[in-house]
Antibody
Framework: QVQLVQSGSELKKPGASVKVSCKTS????????LNWVRQAPGQGLEWMGW????????TYAQGFAGRFVFSLDTSVSTAYLQISSLKAEDTAVYYC?????????????WGQGTMVIVSS | QLVLTQSPSASASLGASVKLTCTLN???????IAWHQQQPGKGPRYLMR???????SKGDGIPDRFSGSSSGPERYLSISSLQSEDEADYYC?????????FGGGTKLTVL
């Protein structure tokens, strides 16, 4: 069964950067849309954007262009979310999630989440 | 602009049934959605895809107690024989071109 395995929790200072990884099995990596979702403490799910695992083209939701960058390393079947110039309000759990249809379906598999805490 | 509306909370007794609602905004009443469950302290889990005609396909291992239905812009998640582990937040999700949207979530309390 396909799984998305994310990197562990991070504690960062304001102004620093963080890179969250999301690894899946090699045989499925280029066949779906890989999405990123943010959940701030006590809040709902917020879609951040997605990356096309075939072309590497990222698409960012409103409010997530600029400091947020999606990337891929197809050699290790891993997607990355990098956040730069961290602010306290970036404190959240970040999930990767798969749309199996490559852009036209809901998210059928979720990573376990990566907690990012930004604090001085 | 795609918008999904959910009631913030719902409650039902252990062993009873409950029906949660997700409403698509005007102009999008024929859209499919997905339902996700998030138990306390855990990540989201995919429950099902629900089409506008009420047909649905559930994720792996989702019990028969969970089902979906549709009426116009309304999408429903029904849970029967409620168990304590069903106490969770439930989110609906839909998608357009290059865009996915979540509803605000419904917190289900099992009494």
């Amino acid at each position: 069964q396909v799984q998305l395995v994310q990197s562990g929790s991070e504690l960062k200072k304001p102004g620093a950067s963080v890179k969250v990884s999301c690894k899946t099995s090699k045989d499925t990596f280029t066949r779906f849309a890989l999405n990123w979702v943010r959940q701030a403490p006590g809040q709902g799910l917020e879609w951040m954007g997605w990356i096309n695992t075939n072309t590497g083209r990222p698409t960012y939701a409103q409010g997530f262009a600029g400091r947020f960058v999606f990337s891929l390393d197809t050699s290790v079947s891993t997607a990355y979310l990098q956040i730069s110039s961290l602010k306290a309000e970036d404190t959240a759990v970040y999930y990767c999630a798969r749309d199996p249809a490559g852009g036209t379906d809901g998210f059928d598999i979720w990573g376990q989440g990566t907690m990012v805490i930004v604090s001085s | 602009q795609l918008v999904l509306t959910q009631s913030p909370s719902a409650s039902a007794s252990l062993g009873a049934s409950v029906k949660l609602t997700c409403t698509l905004n005007s102009g999008h009443s024929n859209y499919a959605i997905a339902w996700h469950q998030q138990q306390p302290g855990k990540g989201p889990r995919y429950l099902m895809r629900l089409n506008s005609d009420g047909s649905h396909s559930k994720g792996d291992g989702i019990p028969d107690r969970f089902s979906g239905s549709s009426s116009g812009p309304e999408r429903y998640l029904s849970i029967s024989s409620l168990q304590s582990e069903d106490e969770a937040d439930y989110y609906c999700q839909t998608w357009g071109t290059d865009n996915w949207v979540f509803g605000g979530g419904t917190k289900l309390t099992v009494l």
